[in-house]
């Protein structure tokens, strides 16, 4: 496995790549604001003495852009090999220590230029193997969540659940009025006092945090429902699942009542030149739109993914996508446009053949 590791690694060091490595032990503060408490079900956590509540490194791409943004030359591109440690509940049959190896591309001058190389570099890496390649574009979601004619409370929950598919479809269908007021949230927004008869206060909400709530909740309530002509052409976005040229047409077509997601679909049009350019048949491409949104939730453009559709039971041998967003958060106002993507070598070793 570990030659399989080392053989991926040279491959991305002879595209340019600065070969770097992670510590294992990753302050969890940082994961859990990123990503909320949902982190822990997905990671080994433990409490440090000195250092406080630390992680078991889930993936490579937080701490090598962390470490980017602390002072690294631009543009830049990074590999990287190790293990990572993720906690398997829904698939106790896989392994939850394995090996990944990465390359990551920090580069502002032409984002997906950027994209077409990550693609078809992990493309040419990936070549002696037969593996269907997936690939979509959540900022073309967001793009039509953030166009919609609603309050931006409600915009910013669904941006929040873009990554949950079943949560995000529960709150289009609540904001639409397709769904019934739980009696329990019905008696809190009726009109007076929440409060008056309530028993002592024991949470760890006082008073005024929960009448915020309240507050929050009757603002919401008092919201027209989202037009079904709104929620018909979201539906229509996520429907999109052809090759990338008919793709291309469809959303273009959606664009004409969905103006918001235009500037999206039109960097999705310059990806395409871009991957033709670099030998990618992208007449043969899958595009998804709904693809990556069960992936790590920093993805906010561009995704990709590679399959042995032979063996459907196995994880992906390869996945990645664009994270601007990330460097926003982590560069305490600096960013820059970032793309990378991870190999499994344990996954490629059972797949057997040769890669190049």
């Known amino acids: 496995?570990?030659?399989?590791?080392?053989?991926?690694?040279?491959?991305?060091?002879?595209?340019?790549?600065?070969?770097?490595?992670?510590?294992?032990?990753?302050?969890?503060?940082?994961?859990?604001?990123?990503?909320g408490e949902d982190i822990r079900a997905r990671a080994y956590v433990t409490q440090d003495p000195s250092r406080g509540e630390q992680m078991l490194r889930p993936d490579f791409t937080v701490p090598v852009v962390q470490m980017h943004m602390r002072g690294g030359a631009e543009p830049?591109?990074?590999?990287?090999?190790?293990?990572?440690?993720?906690?398997?509940?829904?698939h106790p049959e896989r392994a939850s220590e394995y090996?990944?190896?990465?390359?990551?591309?920090?580069?502002?001058?032409?984002?997906?230029?950027?994209?077409?190389?990550?693609?078809?570099?992990?493309?040419?890496?990936?070549?002696?193997?037969?593996?269907?390649?997936?690939?979509?574009?959540?900022?073309?979601?967001?793009?039509?969540?953030?166009?919609?004619?609603?309050?931006?409370?409600?915009?910013?929950a669904l941006m929040r659940h873009i990554w949950r598919p079943r949560r995000f479809r529960q709150l289009i269908d609540r904001f639409a009025g397709r769904t019934a007021m739980p009696p329990t949230r019905a008696a809190l927004l009726a009109e007076g006092d929440p409060m008056a008869n309530a028993a002592p206060?024991?949470?760890?909400?006082?008073?005024?945090?929960?009448?915020?709530?309240v507050a929050a909740l009757?603002?919401?309530?008092?919201?027209?429902?989202?037009?079904?002509?709104?929620?018909?052409?979201?539906?229509?976005?996520?429907?999109v699942r052809e090759t990338c040229a008919y793709a291309l047409d469809h959303l273009r077509d959606i664009a004409v009542d969905l103006p918001a997601i235009h500037s999206a679909v039109e960097r999705f049009a310059r990806r395409c030149d871009a991957l033709s350019a670099r030998g990618v048949d992208v007449g043969t491409l899958d595009f998804e739109a709904s693809y990556g949104r069960t992936s790590m939730e920093y993805y906010d453009g561009?995704?990709?993914?590679?399959?042995?559709?032979?063996?459907?039971?196995?994880?992906?041998?390869?996945?990645?996508?664009?994270?601007?967003?990330?460097?926003?958060?982590?560069?305490?106002?600096?960013?820059?446009?970032?793309?990378?993507?991870?190999?499994?070598?344990?996954?490629?070793?059972?797949?057997?053949?040769?890669?190049?």
């Open 201 to 213: 206060v024991i949470g760890l909400r006082g008073e005024a945090e929960i009448a915020a709530r």
């Open 76 to 90: 830049a591109r990074y590999t990287y090999a190790g293990a990572v440690f993720r906690r398997q509940e829904d």
């Open 1 to 35: 496995m570990q030659d399989e590791a080392a053989r991926l690694r040279a491959a991305f060091e002879a595209a340019g790549a600065q070969a770097v490595d992670c510590a294992i032990l990753q302050p969890a503060e940082t994961l859990l604001d990123l990503y």
């Open 99 to 156: 090996l990944q190896v990465g390359y990551e591309v920090f580069d502002r001058r032409d984002p997906q230029a950027a994209d077409a190389e990550v693609f078809a570099l992990f493309r040419d890496v990936l070549g002696g193997h037969d593996l269907r390649a997936a690939t979509g574009d959540i900022g073309i979601l967001t793009a039509a969540v953030q166009g919609l004619k609603t309050s931006a409370r409600r915009r910013a």
């Open 302 to 356: 561009f995704v990709f993914g590679f399959y042995a559709e032979a063996q459907p039971d196995l994880p992906p041998v390869a996945t990645g996508g664009r994270y601007d967003a990330l460097t926003r958060q982590l560069g305490q106002g600096a960013s820059i446009p970032a793309v990378g993507g991870v190999i499994r070598p344990d996954i490629l070793r059972m797949l057997g053949g040769a890669v190049r």
């Open 218 to 239: 009757r603002e919401d309530a008092a919201e027209p429902p989202l037009s079904e002509g709104q929620v018909a052409l979201i539906d229509a976005v996520l429907a």
